[in-house]
């Protein structure tokens, strides 16, 4: 299984509302990724988890608030959130392997189809 | 700040033609990969290509890189329809944070 899943793919919530989206993986990958994408803007990191602790907050805004439960799943906590947080939310996972990077590689990410958010 | 730039920012060809962007990035790299992004959706990974090779293949894909000129170009041939996508590079060179340009919008006309 090579595929990473996002739950739900269209989300539209009102600014008093807290909602969550969800990302999980069966590759065994250890880091995973929340990715921020406005239209026609590349993505931009929010989050890194590695061995299910956040090891990267990209200077995230506290009503974004992510949770790993476990090496496979993924949360992204919604709250109070602005009308200019509506984007495409990716996430995305690698295997996280350190000694790759000796050789001049890179941990290649996967990565899910995303969730498209609207904040009205 | 962004690392790269891919250039053009728009591509529009016939199908079976060859479609050929190119990235350019500012600080030395170990590697640099290309992705591609179709409307809406994730993203996926296409290749890889380390500072100390020049040229690699994968099916289609053709991609060079110039480390004097800090550039690479990624050459997709025998386009099809399906390829109609958005191309991003990343010399970011970390191994956690993916670093794009704007990337290249490329649309095959049937």
């Known amino acids: 299984d090579t595929e990473v899943t996002q739950t739900p793919k269209h989300l539209v919530m009102g600014m008093t509302n807290k909602k969550s989206l969800k990302c999980e993986q069966h590759?065994?990958?250890?880091?995973m990724y929340w990715y921020k994408q406005k239209a026609k803007k590349p993505p931009e990191l929010m989050f890194v988890?590695?061995?299910?602790?956040?090891?990267i907050n990209e200077s995230v805004p506290s009503r974004f608030s992510p949770e790993c439960p476990n090496s496979s799943l993924l949360n992204l906590h919604l709250h109070a959130l602005q009308p200019e947080d509506s984007a495409l939310y990716l996430c995305a996972s690698s295997p996280w392997l350190p000694h790759y990077l000796l050789a001049g590689g890179r941990d290649t990410q996967y990565f899910g189809p995303g969730t498209r958010l609207t904040v009205l | 700040s962004q690392q790269g730039e891919e250039d053009p920012q728009a591509l529009s060809i016939q199908e079976g033609e060859n479609a050929t962007m190119n990235c350019s990035y500012k600080t030395s790299i170990n590697n640099l990969q290309w992705y591609r992004q179709n409307s809406g959706r994730g993203l996926v990974h296409l290749i890889l290509i380390r500072s100390n090779e020049r040229e690699k293949h994968s099916g289609r894909l053709r991609v060079t890189l110039d480390t004097s000129k800090k550039s690479s170009s990624l050459l997709i041939t025998a386009s099809r329809a399906a390829d109609t996508a958005s191309y991003f590079c990343d010399s970011g060179g970390s191994n956690y944070k993916l670093t794009f340009g704007k990337g290249t919008l490329l649309t095959v006309n049937p």
């Open positions: 590759m065994g990958h250890r880091a």
């Open positions: 988890y590695s061995y299910e602790k956040l090891s």
